[in-house]
């Protein structure tokens, strides 16, 4: 899990692993993150890993965009 604070901005992104996101309760952990900080409108934005194979996906996206261009 990386978290990265951007208080300046008022959000704290949180990038979790597929394993990570059964470990972890999110809204545990956004309470958690939350009550570190001093702006109480800061937003926490999670990134989760998918499902999918990311070589696949990629490839698939960028000839997606191709034909869309």
Known sequence: MEIYRKE??????????KE???LFDRQELTDLLLSTVKNKKCKV???LSGKGDLY??????IVRNIGCA
């Not at 696949?56 to 996206?61: A, K, R």
């Open 8 to 17: 300046s901005d008022n959000y704290i992104s949180v990038w979790m692993t």
């Open 20 to 22: 990570e996101q059964q």
């Open 45 to 47: 934005a999670y990134f």
């Open 56 to 61: 696949t996906n990629t490839e698939n996206l």
